[in-house]
């Protein structure tokens, strides 16, 4: 296995350094065209289209089966006479978000921007007769708020695209597919509406979603990240193009360890909805959305909430209330956040959050201390200055080092109920030491399992302990595979100088006995009953008066003449794949269950008579159960089966069998 690693590690060093004059200029140039977006961390995102009127969210009309004509009155309804481009912005702006993402074109098809390309669009179908774009992306200039937009590559109006489920009355929009013949079409329009985004509003982002209707490849994807890229070529594309894109956007989660290689940014709602939803009052609290936002930086991503504005133009109060929250907190701690990198620990931190910038490490700090002792393993230096971000006296507070540890006292009171920051001043970049990882195959073994030990850094050697206590410079050096035969709490830690430098590593393996096969047996079990009865009676509920195993379905011995039952339970192997012809020749009644179904009904009282059904069965074992009584006069009892190319014939020992 460590072969392999290293192969694919050269593998891949080999390749880079082939592809190295060509990827050096690609990736420099999406470095300096990134950068912005890399250190913005937090940004507004706007769903706002004549799906505000329902006001049921932006998904009305495909959830609501609308169909089009009928969708687009609600443009005749559309009038924000209250839209106030600076007021959105400022809002923005004073949250802290350092850029905004409108739809300009949502899946709806409704195009709030000025538009050649259809006259479905808020100048001209509407009674407002206004192009919000042009006035949000002044506000933006004003503000110093990077303006961006949001489109749709499923288009529910477009008529290039046909609804999944067409339907006059109430058609199924989603994923649309293009009508035949189409594709071109709509490419152009796109063309043409993209090209006017980036002309008339200059956007920093184009924002593509919808790209999983059907007939759109990732081959258009990469040509359409290729067209916008040539309208300007300083524009951040997302990935939803499908194919191509600088960023790769999670939606309504946060990826427990970001993604590791790739710029991303997650996409969430303030309350359930995107588009404005007039029913829907769960909005996520301040503490909630600011935990995230942190959360996210400290993974490396960036945060792009959402708002959704009325009919009328307004973004509701309750989101504006949680921005304005989240702005002040920002003000005094958005040097924690923005231009940060993911934080350097590996492991999550007990109390919170971290995040880094040159030569400062934050802590952000969710759960403050009730000992007023902050433990941060696995810094290495010790920081020349520490204090809180949000004090403007920068009081410093003390710290020591203890073993791995620094630990600092918090003496003083948390600055903030949701999340208060301690900066840690060093001289050079800091040095982080995380634990080493274990690694073995699974968790749990039956005979020994093999154990290795991978360092974060070369510098340092990992020492172990095998009986749950903490390494320490007279354990062992890790320097090959250990091998564990019994359950075994296992600790390793890196050392470096004399010294442990990290927080313990820790897992528990656990040596198991595998659970016993089940052993068979060729042949049946029964159980025999006495009593008088005229039908087969429900055996289940009697008391067997005697029980044991038979060879096949014959008659048990040491049986009455007369009143009396016998249940033979146990599997059935069939050769094959095939439709099967079950038979019972008894005297009285009998019946045969495949599994729960029943195949031969052959009950009552009656002389020796041949019943039959059919059951299709797949090769191998099927539980088999024969009921059988007698009431008077002679008893007998034959089980038989066949099927097209399986003459019929008495089931025999060997194709029978029950669990010992
Ligand atoms: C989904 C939804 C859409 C929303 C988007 C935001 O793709 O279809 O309504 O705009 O997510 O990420």
Redo the contacts with the bound molecule.
């Keep these: 296995m460590k072969k392999s690693i290293l192969f694919a590690a050269l593998f891949v060093m080999v390749a880079a350094a082939s592809a190295q004059t060509f990827s050096a200029v690609a990736v420099d140039k999406k470095d300096s065209r990134m950068q912005w977006w890399r250190e913005a961390r937090f940004g507004m995102f706007i ?1 706002w289209g004549i799906y505000a009127v329902p006001a049921q969210g ?2 009305y009309m495909a959830n609501a089966n609308v169909p089009r004509e009928k969708y687009a009155q609600y443009a005749k309804e559309f009038d924000p006479t209250e839209f106030n481009a600076d007021e959105w912005v400022r809002i923005a702006h004073d949250a802290g978000m350092k850029y905004l993402v409108i ?1 300009s074109k ?2 709806d098809g409704f195009c709030i921007f000025n538009t050649k390309a259809t006259t479905y669009n808020a100048v001209q179908a509407t009674p407002w007769h206004k192009d919000p774009l042009q006035a949000l992306s002044a506000a933006c200039r004003k503000y110093g708020v990077r303006f961006a937009v ?1 489109y749709s590559i499923m288009d529910w109006h477009s008529p290039d695209q046909g609804a999944n489920k067409p339907d006059s009355v109430a058609p199924v929009y989603n994923p649309t597919h293009f009508e035949p013949g189409k594709k071109q079409a709509y490419i152009a329009y796109m063309k043409t509406q993209l090209k006017e985004l980036v002309t008339q509003y200059h956007p920093a982002i184009l924002w593509f ?2 790209g999983w209707m059907n007939g759109w490849t990732s081959e258009d994807g990469k040509a359409i990240y290729e067209y916008s890229r040539k309208l300007d070529p300083k524009l951040v594309i997302n990935d939803r193009a499908m194919g191509a894109g600088d960023y790769g ?1 999670p ?1 309504q989660q946060i990826p427990a360890n970001g993604l590791p290689g790739q710029d991303w940014e997650t ?1 969430m709602t303030i309350n359930n909805n ?1 588009g404005f939803n007039l029913t829907d009052i769960s909005f996520k609290s301040v503490a909630d959305l600011l935990h995230n936002l942190i959360d996210i930086a400290s993974k490396g991503g960036n945060y792009l909430l959402n708002v959704g504005p009325t009919a009328k133009g307004v973004i509701p109060h309750p989101e504006v209330d949680r921005l304005e929250a989240m702005g002040r907190w920002l003000k005094l701690n958005g040097e924690s956040v923005y231009g940060t990198t993911a934080s350097p620990f590996t492991v999550q931190l007990p109390w919170g959050r971290c995040t880094q910038k040159s030569e400062n490490l934050y802590l952000q700090v969710f759960d403050w201390p009730k000992d007023n002792k902050l433990v941060v393993h696995g810094i290495y230096d010790k920081p020349s200055l520490v204090y809180l971000l949000a004090d403007k006296n920068r009081a410093e507070l003390q710290f020591e080092k203890e073993g791995d540890s620094l630990v600092i006292n918090v003496s003083s009171k948390a600055t903030d109920s949701i999340c208060s920051v301690i900066t840690l001043e060093f001289k050079g970049r800091p040095v982080v030491y995380n634990p080493p990882s274990i690694v073995y195959s699974l968790p749990v073994f039956i005979d020994t399992l093999g154990v290795n030990f991978e360092t974060p850094t070369k510098d340092v050697e990992v020492r172990y302990t095998l009986d749950g206590t903490r390494p320490t410079m007279q354990s062992p050096v890790a320097t090959r595979e250990i091998a564990l035969t019994h359950t075994t709490t296992v600790f390793a830690a890196c050392f470096l100088q004399g010294e442990a430098v990290s927080e313990p590593a820790q897992v528990t393996l656990v040596k198991v006995s595998p659970q016993p096969a089940v052993e068979v047996q060729n042949g049946v079990r029964y159980r025999y009953y006495e009593g008088k009865w005229d039908s087969l009676p429900n055996f289940g509920a009697l008391t067997p008066i005697r029980q044991g195993t038979l060879e096949s379905f014959v008659l048990p011995p040491q049986k009455a003449l007369v009143d009396y039952g016998v249940v033979y339970t146990g599997f059935l192997s069939v050769p094959q794949d095939a439709v099967y012809r079950f038979y019972t020749a008894s005297d009285d009644g009998s019946k045969l269950y495949i599994g729960d179904s029943l195949v031969v009904n052959n009950d009552y009282q009656h002389g020796a008579v041949e019943k039959e059904g059919l059951i299709a069965l797949a090769k191998g074992f099927h539980p088999i159960r024969v009921e059988f009584f007698q009431a008077a006069g002679y008893d007998s009892l034959s089980v038989s089966y066949g099927s097209s190319t399986i003459k019929q014939h008495f089931i025999s020992s060997k194709e029978l069998s029950f669990e010992k």
């Design positions: 769903h932006e998904w739809t949502h899946h949001y979603d919808g956007t939606e996409c995107w």
